[in-house]
C-alpha cells in the first residue's frame, strides 16, 4: 500500500498544473474557514471580557443590548439621557457600593469621548477583574484646575500619534459638518492607558465638568448664536453635571444584583433601567450569532464546492488514465488498488489543501493581525487552533477523504469492465 | 504452462459469444504464434489468459490454477507473480522514469521482488542489468518514459515482462507501432530473452511474417468457434 500511495503522488506530480488550482482551491476554503471560526471566537471572547467587575449598567429604558452597545461599546446612540438626580439617588441605595457616570456623545477625529469621574480609572475592569493601567502619564484630576485634561486609550494614542501634552480638540456628536468642533476649548493629554484589547482603548476620556464647560454655550446641539464663553470664563459657571448617558454600579455583594436592578427599574422619578453585563453580553451574542452561524454555513458552502472541484478534476482526468490504470492492471494490480490509488490522490490533494490552508491562516493573522487590532478593536491571537478549528479542518478533510471515493469507485468500475484493453 | 478447457466467453451484453475455444494447451517454455485478424478476440483471449477476464463457462489456468477458481484478488496476486505483460503500445507510466517502470511487478508481486533481487543483488541491480540487455542506453534509465521514442518505450515493456523471470510471457502486438527493422530487433531480443528465461511466450499478432521465428503456430480462426453456441439446442 506504500508504494501505491507513491505512484499515487507520482501521478499526481505528473498532473501538477492542474491538481495545483486544486490545492490552491481547498486551501482557500480552508483559509476562509479557519481565518472565519477564529475572528469569530476571538470577537466573542473580546467581547466578554469587554467589561468585568462591574455589576449593573444603568440607563434610560431602552433595549438592554443597545444600553450595552452604547455604555460599553461606545457604538450607536442613548434614546434618553439621565438625571444626574437620579444617579445620586441609586448611589444611595444600601447595596451600591460604588457608581461611575458615563457621559458620551462627541468625538475626537473617530474616537469616542467619554465623560467619566476619575474614580472610572480605578473602578472599571476588563478580563479576568484586571484593572486600568496608565502607560504613561496620570489620570486627569476632574477638578476646576485639571479642567481641559484628557487621558486616551493605546489605540487612540498609537493610531494618532498622540504623546503626553498633546492639544486635541473635541467634535460634537460624530459629525463632521462644520461648526461642530468645540475648538475654542482644547484639551491636553495628560494619561496614556495601557493596551488592554477592549474600547477603552479606542476612547477619549475626560472629566463630567469638562463635557459640561464644552457644551455651555451650546443648545439643541449647535452652539448658541451671539454667545461666546471662552475656556477659563467656563470655569467661573457651574459645571456640576445635570444629565449623564448611563452609570456602571458595583455592588457590595453580587447577590443584590437582581434587588437593585428591580428597584432601578422601579425608581419614580425617572424612566430607568440596569442590566447586569454578563446576560447583556449574551444577550448581545445571539443577535450576533445569527449572522455569524450564516457567514460560517456560507464558508462551509465555499468548502465543498472547492471539494467538488477536486472531483470534478479528477474524474475529468480519468478517462484519460484508463490506459495507465490497464498497465497497472498488467502488471498485478487489482481494481482494488485502482480504487486506492485515485482515492488516495484526492486523499492528499485535501490534505496538501488543508495543510496549506492551515498555513495561510497562521501567516493571515500573524500580518493582518495587529492592523484588525487597530481598526476593529479585535485582538487575533496566533495561538494552536481552538477546538472548534479543530473540528472544521477534520470536517474539511473527511469530506476531501469521502469526496476521493467517487473518482475511486468510477476508477474501480472502468478497471473491471476495461479489463486490459481500454476501449478509449 | 497454460491449458485451456472448454472455454466460452461473451462479453457482458453479448448476445453471442465472442470465444468458444475447446482446446488449448500450451507447454512451458514454448514460444508460441497466436495470429488472427484485428477484432478476432485476440486481445479477449490474451485477457483471459492473464486472469483479468474470467470465462463465462470452462476453463482457463495458468501454471496449474484455474483462474475461475481464484477470488478477485487471488488473481490479482498470481497474475502479479507468474505474467509479464506486453502491450501494443503505451506500455510505461508516463510519470516515472525507465528504471521504475521496469519494476512495477516488484511492487505488486513479492515473489519476482525476490527473483529479481536473488538475480542481480536488489530488484534495481535486475532492472539495471535487463534494460541493458534490451538495448537501452544508460542514459535514458532515468529519463521519464514520456520522452522515449516508441522502439525504447517497447524495450523498457518487454524488460518489465521479463523482470522477476514470470513464467509466461504474453505480449499483444508489441511490433505493430514499429518499422521493419525495430520490430526485428525487437523480436530478436525477446525471444532470446524468453528462451534465456525458460519463460513460456505467447505472441499475438495480424502479421504473419514472424511466425516463422516461433515453435509453434496458432492461428486463431482454427480453434476458435464462437458459432458453436448458436447451434447448441
Not at chain 1, 443590548?65 to 450607536?76: D, E, K, P, S, T
Not at chain 2, 478476432?40 to 495458468?62: E, H
Request: aromatic fraction near 6%; charged fraction near 20%.
Amino acid at each position: 500500500m506504500k508504494g501505491l500511495l507513491g505512484l499515487a503522488a507520482r501521478s499526481g506530480w505528473n498532473r501538477r498544473q492542474t491538481l495545483s488550482l486544486v490545492v490552491a482551491s481547498i486551501a482557500l476554503a480552508t483559509l476562509l474557514l479557519l481565518s472565519f471560526d477564529r475572528v469569530r471566537t476571538d470577537v466573542r471572547e473580546s467581547f466578554s471580557q469587554s467589561v468585568s467587575g462591574t455589576d449593573l449598567v444603568m440607563g434610560a429604558r431602552t433595549g438592554s443590548v443597545q444600553l450595552m452597545l452604547y455604555a460599553v461599546f461606545h457604538i450607536g446612540g442613548a434614546t434618553n439621557n439621565i438625571r444626574m438626580t437620579s444617579v445620586q439617588a441609586i448611589s444611595a441605595h444600601r447595596s451600591v457600593e460604588w457608581i461611575v457616570p458615563l457621559s458620551l456623545g462627541d468625538s475626537h477625529r473617530g474616537f469616542a469621548v467619554l465623560g467619566t469621574t476619575p474614580e472610572y480609572f480605578t473602578r472599571f475592569k476588563y478580563g479576568e477583574h484586571q484593572p486600568l493601567a496608565l502607560a504613561a502619564g496620570r489620570a486627569f484630576t476632574g477638578d476646576i484646575d485639571g479642567l481641559y485634561e484628557a487621558v486616551i486609550g493605546a489605540e487612540a494614542a498609537q493610531a494618532l500619534g498622540y504623546g503626553l501634552g498633546q492639544r486635541i480638540t473635541l467634535r460634537h456628536g460624530s459629525g463632521s459638518g462644520p461648526g461642530s468642533e468645540h475648538a475654542d476649548k482644547p484639551f491636553t493629554v495628560v494619561g496614556i492607558l495601557a493596551r488592554t484589547g477592549t474600547p477603552v482603548d479606542r476612547t477619549v476620556h475626560v472629566s463630567l465638568p469638562a463635557m459640561e464647560a464644552i457644551h455651555i454655550d451650546w443648545a439643541g446641539g449647535a452652539p448658541l448664536p451671539g454667545v461666546r464663553i471662552g475656556p477659563e470664563e467656563a470655569r467661573k459657571f457651574d459645571l456640576a453635571p445635570k444629565q449623564v448617558t448611563a452609570a456602571l454600579i458595583g455592588l457590595k455583594s453580587r447577590a443584590a444584583a437582581f434587588a437593585v436592578q428591580r428597584y432601578i427599574a422601579d425608581y419614580p422619578g425617572e424612566a430607568l433601567m440596569a442590566v447586569l453585563p454578563g446576560v447583556a453580553l449574551d444577550e448581545l451574542w445571539n443577535v450576533v450569532g445569527i449572522g455569524e452561524k450564516m457567514l460560517l454555513g456560507l464558508s462551509g458552502i465555499v468548502a465543498l464546492v472547492s471539494l467538488a472541484g477536486l472531483v470534478a478534476v479528477v474524474l475529468a482526468g480519468l478517462n484519460e488514465r484508463r490506459r495507465e490504470l490497464a498497465v497497472l492492471r498488467a502488471v498485478g494490480a487489482g481494481p482494488r488498488h485502482v480504487l486506492l490509488l485515485l482515492a488516495g490522490e484526492g486523499v492528499l490533494i485535501t490534505l496538501l489543501g488543508a495543510g496549506f490552508g492551515v498555513l495561510a491562516t497562521t501567516a493571515l493573522i500573524g500580518l493582518a493581525g495587529p492592523a484588525i487590532q487597530s481598526h476593529f478593536g479585535i485582538a487575533l491571537n496566533l495561538s494552536a487552533p481552538a477546538m472548534s478549528q479543530w473540528l472544521l479542518l477534520a470536517g474539511v478533510i473527511a469530506t476531501g477523504v469521502l469526496a476521493s471515493l467517487v473518482p475511486g469507485w468510477r476508477a474501480y468500475r472502468l478497471s473491471l469492465a476495461d479489463g486490459l484493453s481500454p476501449r478509449t | 504452462m497454460i491449458e485451456i478447457h472448454d472455454l466460452r466467453f461473451a462479453w457482458p451484453g453479448a448476445q453471442s459469444d465472442c470465444l468458444a475455444i475447446d482446446e488449448l494447451t500450451i507447454a512451458s517454455g514454448e514460444r508460441v504464434f497466436l495470429h488472427g485478424p484485428s477484432g478476432g478476440g485476440k486481445s479477449t483471449l490474451l485477457g483471459l489468459l492473464a486472469g483479468v477476464l474470467v470465462p463465462r463457462q470452462g476453463r482457463v489456468s495458468l501454471q496449474g490454477r484455474d483462474w475461475s477458481s481464484l477470488s478477485g484478488a487471488h488473481r490479482d496476486a498470481h497474475r502479479a507473480d507468474h505474467v509479464g505483460y506486453i502491450f501494443q503500445q503505451f506500455n510505461l507510466l508516463p510519470y516515472l522514469d525507465a528504471t521504475d517502470n521496469v519494476l512495477l511487478p516488484c511492487r505488486f508481486s513479492g515473489k519476482r521482488r525476490a527473483r529479481a533481487a536473488s538475480e542481480g543483488g536488489s530488484p534495481r541491480a535486475a532492472a539495471r542489468s535487463l534494460l541493458e540487455r534490451v538495448g537501452l542506453e544508460p542514459d535514458l534509465r532515468a529519463r521519464p518514459a514520456s520522452m522515449l521514442s516508441v522502439g525504447q518505450q517497447q524495450r523498457v515493456a518487454a524488460a518489465r515482462a521479463l523482470i522477476g523471470h514470470p513464467e509466461v510471457v504474453i505480449a499483444d502486438e508489441p511490433t505493430s507501432a514499429l518499422d521493419a527493422p525495430l520490430r526485428d530487433a525487437f523480436m530478436d531480443l525477446l525471444l532470446g530473452q524468453c528462451a534465456a528465461a525458460g519463460s513460456t511466450l505467447v505472441f499475438v499478432s495480424h502479421d504473419e511474417r514472424l511466425a516463422a521465428r516461433f515453435d509453434r503456430v496458432v492461428p486463431l480462426a482454427a480453434i476458435n468457434r464462437p458459432a458453436a453456441r448458436e447451434v447448441q439446442p
